[in-house]
């Protein structure tokens, strides 16, 4: 019977904007959620990878007197190779050479050169960030704070002129047939405090080593006048860096949380201020 029968009733059209809204704001809701969470894990990844880095540079120093890899070194006895090996291996071939040959941030188009630490590491992907722009071949920088350079810091404190450097990055010289930078590890023994000075860290460029906070006049802060100095250190992992430091350890960082003390192997040229 037809009065028995049970009426369908339908969706207003009021009522399914209304389910349509409900399901767009839960959606952006959850969606930055979703893609803080692959952040993390990403970074979690980046972590563990970063301590097989810090792993290798401490496993060359028993094998070579206790002294740290240098950033680099002149190496010109294979013509398929450029004259400079770096501390870790990519292709430094693929560009030009000035201070530092080759462009880490272009493809590899040629084999890669291994680095001082490569024999130590797993493999090739252990370097390579998962955060990275996809054509780079790396993402990292090892402390190349150096002797002789200028700095507009050591007008106030002369001591630290020619007594900043890091681990890898001791009585740097240019070759003067290749044009390109060669340098001396510090020995282990000769860091003051290694806990808190530090190895590498990721960061955007076309060679694997930094020193981008050395010229300015800065201690306790790093400089915030020029944003370009944040963006160097502060791009791969939610406004930080994964870092390396004396010891082994890694932990992530900020770029308001560096000091000036960090980058030196020497500690005592800073006292006072």
């Known amino acids: 019977m037809q009065g028995s029968r049970r009426l369908r009733r339908a969706f207003t059209l009021i009522e399914l904007l209304v389910v349509i809204a409900i399901i767009a704001i839960l959606a952006a809701i959850l969606f930055p959620v979703f893609a803080q969470a692959k952040d993390s894990a990403k970074q979690t990844q980046c972590i563990a990878q970063m301590k097989q880095i810090g792993l290798g540079l401490q496993m060359y120093m028993p094998d070579n007197d206790d002294n740290w890899a240098p950033v680099a070194n002149i190496v010109d ?113 000769e860091l003051d405090d290694p806990a808190n000075t530090l190895a590498v860290w990721e960061h955007a460029s076309y060679v694997v080593v930094c020193n981008f906070l050395q010229q300015p006049d800065w201690f306790n802060a790093p400089p915030a006048y020029d944003k370009r100095y944040r963006d160097h250190f502060n791009f791969l992992h939610r406004d930080g860096a994964v870092t390396i430091w004396g010891d082994g350890h890694t932990r992530r960082m900020v770029f308001g949380q560096l000091r000036r003390p960090m980058f030196s192997v020497r500690k005592d040229i800073y006292e006072g201020q």
Request: proline share 8%.
């Open 77 to 189: 006895s294979d013509p398929k190779f450029a004259p400079q090996q770096m501390w870790v291996g990519y292709d430094n071939n693929n560009s030009w050479c000035y201070e530092f040959c080759g462009d880490m941030t272009k493809p590899a188009v040629n084999p890669i050169r291994p680095g001082m630490i490569d024999p130590y590491l797993k493999s090739y992907e252990v370097k390579v960030c998962p955060k990275k722009e996809a054509r780079w071949q790396l993402a990292l920088a090892y402390n190349y704070f150096r002797q002789g350079r200028y700095s507009y810091y050591y007008n106030r404190n002369p001591k630290a002129m020619d007594n900043e450097f890091g681990p890898g990055a001791k009585n740097c010289r240019t070759s003067y047939k290749w044009g390109v930078e060669e340098c001396d590890g510090a020995n282990n023994g």
